[in-house]
């Protein structure tokens, strides 16, 4: 048996917005606050009628009853860094020194920037979290283009000027 619904403070509220609802995220988020407390429905019911998942609708209604009754409250936008190890600001300047040393001739040594940025944290992070860290202050590897290390340019450029055309046979 499913347990008796909650927030019977909020029904005359609710009952208010269901009127002043201007858009089908805000007439359904009264309803699945009005249908369990008037008429007895399940959340399965609720989601059901509401056209939305079960978990959707219990969102829905504890979306509401935290706000206190539909007022406007603050809620985090969607996107962004939730779990952000450091702020961009931060981040800038931390890996400034290195950007600093990759300008002036150096190397950008990924293993250097993982080993100072977990004494920074005081933890260890994953090597992705360098690479996602640098990714986003737009470093990317420059690396030249490969060729062996005994090659010689004079003596490829003798052999393509001597070599037979095979297209005119």
């Known amino acids: 048996m499913a347990r008796p619904a909650s927030g019977k403070e909020m029904l005359s509220r609710a009952k208010e917005h269901l009127a002043k609802a201007r858009t089908i995220g805000e007439l359904r988020q009264v309803q699945a606050v009005i249908l369990p407390l008037e008429f007895g429905f399940t959340m399965d019911q609720v989601a059901a009628i ?60 990924v293993g250097e920037i993982k080993k100072a940025l ?9 090597l992705a979290s360098v690479y996602n860290l640098l990714h986003r202050h737009n470093w990317r590897k420059l690396a030249p283009d490969k060729s062996h290390p005994k090659s010689d340019a004079e003596v490829q450029e003798e052999w393509k000027k001597n070599s037979r055309d095979i297209s005119a046979r």
């Open 50 to 109: 509401t056209g939305v998942s079960k978990g959707w609708a219990c969102q829905l209604r504890i979306d509401f009853i935290r706000s206190g009754g539909g007022e406007d409250r603050e809620k985090p936008q969607r996107g962004g860094r939730r779990r952000e190890n450091m702020s961009r600001e931060e981040e800038t300047l931390f890996l400034a020194p290195f950007f600093e040393k990759a300008a002036k001739g150096g190397i950008l040594v």
């Open 118 to 126: 977990d004494e920074h944290l005081g933890r260890t992070t994953a």
